[in-house]
């Protein structure tokens, strides 16, 4: 059979990433982006459909019935419903492992942004050195705080999360769990309310699904400490935003890193980019998976997906 592939999105990936040939006949199709209403014309023919991103909604898969297999080059399941994927008898396949430490170690670095204040000790010797004024011999205008003795607590229990609990651990940080199932026991797994109350540094490392759609709101910030700092590497929509906004302004919480929001990609009346211009909040444009070494594997995983459906092997 000479399969049809198409990517959808190559702009999801830098140039710098390498695409390798498929050992399989195939007739190969590569969009830099696709829009939605392009979508079905273009996956028209096709047996196998990759995306970095670009959703492929229900209305749009019933009418593509020579598909057979999407290989998403991401961690998420998110862009496609994967219950009508099964009925239908399309193969979906992700990378789940690819980003583990580049993402953990984005996290541990936003940790140290807010309890170190790097960036912002830099900003202020810019904004100095702009006004022309003598630099002052000391400077107390954030707060400095070591991370040995901290207490970490990490909402989930996937690879990103145990690499991001390695990191923390070596630096002589306390490090707990919330696991939502339960399916994990031991002291060092605690309940969403006491992980809150105790952590000082708190992560979210979990997926996005109908339960942890905004799990973190108005209680369970009421729950962390005033001194507290919130990392989300994660997906957008696991915090309610707009109770985030609250805490943030009223000081519920000291401070928030972000490289995920709900609605992205980001748009200059987003809420949280004018936030972060007067607060305690570092804001990134979904990057911390895009390491080039992690890049490179993630597409070579996605491929490998794609030959393996082929040969129809596990």
Known sequence: MLHDVVFLDRDAFPASVKIRELPFPHRWSCHDYTAPE????????????????????????EQLP?????????????????????????HVTNVPGYGTHAVAEHALAMIFELLRNVGRYHR??????????????TYFDYPIRDLRGKVLGIIGHGPIAQRLADLASRLEMEVYFHDRDGHYQGERYLPLQALLTRSDVVSLNCPLTPQTRGLLGRQQFQWMKKDAVLINTARGAVINEPELI??????????????????EPLTLDEPLLHLAAT???VLNPHVAWSSAEAMQGLMDSALENVAAFVAQKP
């Open 66 to 90: 020579a598909l057979r297999m999407i290989s998403l080059a991401m961690t998420g399941t998110d862009v496609v419903d994967l219950e009508y994927c099964r009925q239908r008898g399309i």
């Open 246 to 263: 609250r805490a943030l302004q009223d000081g519920e919480i000291a401070g928030a890193a972000l490289d995920v929001v709900t609605n």
């Open 124 to 137: 202020l010797l810019m904004d100095e050195r702009q006004r022309g004024q003598p630099l002052n011999p």
């Open 279 to 281: 607060h305690n909040l």
């Open 38 to 61: 392009d979508m079905v014309a273009r996956l028209s023919t096709a047996t196998v459909a990759i995306t970095g991103g670009v959703p492929i909604s229900v209305a749009q898969l």
